[in-house]
């Protein structure tokens, strides 16, 4: 039967070896800090705002948004996490299996759903990510909000907020951790 | 209708010994034996390097199908096939649809033998349509040949019967043979019952369905020995009927034993593919009976290899395990599968596939006796070397079901010759 | 050539951990408003059940449903076996239209097998004679895991018919695999012929298994076994290897009771013990759908066509 693997595009495999720092974790919390701000402005204030993260890179990012909201704000928002696995469109091309369970354990009707990502590269996990979250309801308005844009998108797809534009090399990987940001290639 | 043939460059090898020899066979008959032969003209020379040069081999367990299901045999394909495998006789079962059971039926076998590339002989049943109720004609059946007696696919049940069959039997000379299996414990069953069956979740028949028709078939054939009753036990199988068969022996009681090629070769665990090419009866073993029957036929208790050569169309053997008939292709195969898996020489195996049956079927001399000036020419030469592939589609055979396909197996017959005609040539048959 | 299903064993403890662990995802769909994923939208998936069982062609259904495949069914009936009509036949012109997954029961043994051999497109194990039926065993696996945690160390009692039983058969490979252990509990006569080779152990005496046992996992009896001098009567077998009402109370308080079901109450189960909350028999059932989803899944969706 299949092999796990991480859902990410392109499946990762081998060692990633870092070529650049992108960001450090002061830029990571400030850049996180001015989403919050916008978020709040976009919308006016945070009511009928729902966080959800996508599966894995998005999930703690949308909790550290969460806190960094609260702390602007003074509100609790709502934060579910979405396994986009079982909506890709290449299901079938490559070995491809749910990271964890999905848990939104909120009413998304007439909310504004912010999707939640690390690295926002071809477009396609987040059309996944939409028809997916089209079977739990029908949010009033979907934003995205991602840490880095990378470039190379396939799909019209864009976002509302933004840590960091990157440009990219289509081989070059894109490294997220909880301490930063690095731009590096995989080896191996 | 015979030429002249002249096997040039082979060994010899029959119940008196090996030499190196030519053979000159003239008018259907041997015409001299030995070194260097100068061929005469006119004489087909057939090469025999390397090769033993014995009489024929002699079935004694053969199911040719005719008639009732020609679609899976006939005589001639049968006979074919068995000519391929070295036979030049080959006696044929009688559970046929009608069953072989009345002169009328033995006739029309015998008929269809007559111009067939194998002597054909004919088992005819015990009982009426092998029903195991009545005694079937049995003096009408011997006045046209038949010397050999079974109800073949099953036993015969009931023991009083039994009795009575060989009691008569007796007054024609006749042997009895017997398929045992007491339906009682085995009915329903499908392949052994031991440690496969339960993991594989098929019925089983336990061993003791063959041993206790053999340890009463032993007790009737004690009681009936001064009559002259013989008693022939086909296709044992397991080790307790091995040692059976060897304690009467050793008391004297008249009874003679066959092994099929298959329960040499193969275990039950083969079944686990659930192909049913390996659905056979009696059913394979686990290797300690495998290794028993062997020791049965090295230590003299088992006096001949029979192929039980049972042909089944295609669709009939892709039914679901449970619900195909048994029974595994032989003819062919049977040689080279005794020579690579049975673990004993060559001169050794002929005995068991050449005069043993012979003189069990009561066809010696012209079957199985030694290659000696004068006598019929039923030969066989054998390559014990040559490797080959056993491809389903190329057999004789008008059937597929070999547990052997895709099988490299060392040993091919090359040449065959029944009465002076060769039936086959360099592997080919002639007809 | 494409993965297919056949027995249990095929999947060893990894293999089974994956589905488990894919299992959760689909639990979490089924408990949605929208219970369905595009995850194998275009697929075909075939049931070609010759032997009746409604409940275990729904949940295949189901569970193809919910994925979007595509689904067909094919109900033979006795006639046409009768009949003769030629198993590879039929499983050949049904692939001819174009098929993903085929999932085959029959109550011979073995037919997945001669059916794999003629088929490219994957085919699952629905059950076959007394042999296997894997995908209850990972139902059952499941059901246990999300009730205790973990399989490892468990012990397990499976109680009656085991020598008909296609469910004893896969469970005993699944649950062993998993690092449980096993005792099997039956009159001498349902039991194997022989149990050598198997990782178990076996009692005649449930009363003293019970106290200890962990899962009772209890096998229904058909009343055929008694017309063929395996049982003597039902009320016996009811007497030395039924949970009754007394026998429930010997159970450990987070005992399992489970059952593949369709049970026969009054025979191996009391009525009254089908019911308690040990019983976990509605939730077996449940994750059913759920299982077969991340089996269908794993096969048609995770990994690349061939």
């Not at chain 1, 609790?76 to 299996?97: E, N």
């Not at chain 2, 005719?66 to 394909?77: D, F, I, K, L, S």
């Not at chain 2, 014990?384 to 490299?408: C, D, I, M, Q």
């Not at chain 3, 449903?65 to 009949?83: C, E, I, P, Y």
Request: hydrophobic residues 45%; contains cysteine.
């Amino acid at each position: 039967m299949g092999i796990r693997e991480r859902s990410a595009t392109p499946p990762l495999r081998g060692v990633f070896v870092a070529r650049s720092q992108v960001m450090d974790s002061d830029g990571l919390r400030r850049a996180l800090t001015r989403i919050a701000h916008e978020v709040v402005e976009r919308n006016h204030g945070l009511e009928d705002v729902v966080l959800v993260g996508l599966q894995t890179g998005g999930v703690p990012l949308a909790r550290r948004l969460a806190e960094a909201l609260a702390t602007v704000e003074g509100t609790d928002v709502p934060v579910g996490t979405l396994d986009v696995a079982f909506y890709r469109d290449d299901i079938g091309l490559r070995p491809v299996m749910p990271e964890a369970v999905t848990d939104i354990p909120f009413d998304l009707t007439a909310k504004v759903v912010v999707l939640v990502d690390d690295v926002l590269f071809t477009g396609r996990t987040v059309r996944a990510a939409l028809d997916a979250l089209n079977d739990y309801g029908r949010p009033k308005a979907v934003q995205l909000a991602v840490l880095v844009d990378r470039g190379h998108r396939e799909l019209p797809i864009r976002p509302d907020y933004v840590g960091k534009n990157l440009p990219t090399r289509r081989d070059e990987v894109v490294d997220v951790r909880e301490d930063g940001v690095d731009l590096g290639t995989v080896q191996k | 209708m015979a030429g002249d043939v002249l096997l040039r460059g082979g060994r010899v090898v029959d119940a008196t010994g090996g030499r190196r020899a030519d053979v000159l066979v003239r008018d259907g008959r041997v015409a001299s034996v030995e070194a260097g032969i100068e061929a005469p003209g006119g004489v087909t020379v057939l090469d025999a390097g390397g090769c033993v040069v014995a009489p024929g081999l002699v079935d004694l367990h053969a199911h040719l199908r005719q008639p009732g299901r020609e679609e899976a045999e006939t005589v001639e394909t049968g006979a074919r096939a068995a000519a391929l495998g070295g036979y030049t006789a080959v006696v044929a079962m009688p559970n046929t649809e009608p069953a072989i059971d009345s002169a009328g039926v033995v006739r029309e076998v015998l008929e269809l033998g007559e111009r067939a590339p194998c002597h054909v002989l004919v088992a005819g049943a015990i009982t009426k349509g092998r029903r195991g109720e009545e005694l079937a004609p049995l003096a009408e059946m011997a006045g046209l040949g038949v010397r050999l007696f079974t109800d073949d696919g099953r036993g015969v049940q009931d023991a009083r019967l039994m009795l009575r069959a060989l009691e008569y039997a007796s007054s024609l000379g006749a042997t009895l043979a017997q398929h045992c299996e007491d339906e009682s414990l085995a009915a329903g069953g499908h392949m052994h019952e031991g440690e496969w069956s339960s993991r594989l979740g098929l019925a089983g028949v336990p061993p003791e369905a063959e041993q206790l028709m053999v340890m009463r078939d032993i007790a009737l054939a004690r009681r009936t020995a001064a009559l002259g009753a013989r008693v022939h036990f086909q296709h044992l199988s397991t080790a307790a009927s091995v040692a059976l068969v060897r304690a009467a022996k050793s008391e004297g009681v008249p009874v003679t034993a066959e092994v099929t090629p298959h329960h040499l070769s193969l275990t039950d665990e083969v079944v686990g593919s659930y192909d049913p090419v390996f659905k056979v009866s009696p059913p394979l073993r686990p290797m300690a009976d495998v290794e028993a029957v062997r020791a049965g036929l090295a230590d003299g208790t088992v006096d001949a290899i029979a192929t039980d050569h049972a042909p089944h169309a295609q669709e009939e053997k892709e039914r679901p395990f449970d619900h195909a008939p048994p029974g595994m292709l032989g003819l062919e195969t049977a040689l080279a599968v005794a020579l690579t898996d049975a673990g004993l020489p060559l001169e050794r195996l002929l005995a068991l596939m050449s005069w043993q049956p012979a003189r069990i079927a009561r066809l010696e001399p012209a079957h199985g006796g030694p290659v000696a000036e004068g006598r019929p020419a039923n030969l066989c030469v054998i390559d014990p070397a040559a490797v080959w592939l056993v491809e389903p589609e190329r057999l004789a055979s008008r059937s597929r079901n070999t547990p052997y396909a895709g099988r490299k197996l060392t040993g091919r017959v090359r040449h065959t010759l029944l009465g002076g005609e060769p039936v086959v040539v360099d592997g080919e048959p002639q007809r | 050539m494409t993965a297919s299903l056949l027995s249990v064993a095929d999947l060893g403890r990894d293999g089974i951990e994956e589905v488990m662990s894919v299992s959760d995802s689909f639990v979490e769909v089924g408990e949605r408003a929208i219970p369905k994923v595009p995850a194998l939208r275009g697929k075909t998936v075939v049931s070609l059940f010759y032997e009746g069982s409604t409940r275990t062609r729904l949940s295949f259904e189901t569970a193809a449903r919910r994925l979007s495949a595509d689904v067909m069914n094919f109900t033979v009936s006795g006639s046409s076996v009768a009949k003769g009509e030629s198993l590879r036949d039929t499983v050949q012109t049904i692939e001819a239209m174009g098929v993903d997954a085929l999932v085959v029961r029959h109550s011979s043994a073995g037919v997945p097998w001669q059916v794999a051999s003629w088929v490219r497109c994957s085919v699952i194990n629905g059950g076959d004679g007394w042999h296997e039926h894997p995908t209850q065993a990972l139902l059952d696996c499941y059901t246990i895991r999300r009730a205790r945690g973990s399989l490892d160390g468990l012990r397990v009692a499976i109680v009656g018919d085991v020598k008909h039983s296609r469910v004893a058969r896969s469970n005993v490979l699944a649950f062993t695999a998993m690092g449980a252990e096993v005792t099997l509990v039956a009159p001498p006569t349902l039991l194997p012929s022989t149990l050598e080779g198997w990782p178990v152990s076996a009692s005649t005496d449930l009363d003293d298994v019970l106290p200890k046992a962990d899962v009772v996992y209890l096998l229904r009896l058909q009343a055929e076994r008694q017309t063929e001098a395996l049982l003597p009567s039902l009320r016996e077998y009811t007497a030395g290897y039924g949970l009754t009402r007394r026998r429930a109370g010997l159970l450990a308080d987070d005992a399992l009771v489970m059952h593949p079901g369709p049970m026969n109450r009054g025979v191996e189960i009391a009525a009254e013990v089908a019911e308690l909350p040990s019983s976990v028999v509605t939730k077996q059932v449940a994750n059913g759908v759920a299982v077969r989803m991340a089996v269908l899944f794993l096969l048609l969706g995770s990994t690349p066509a061939a």
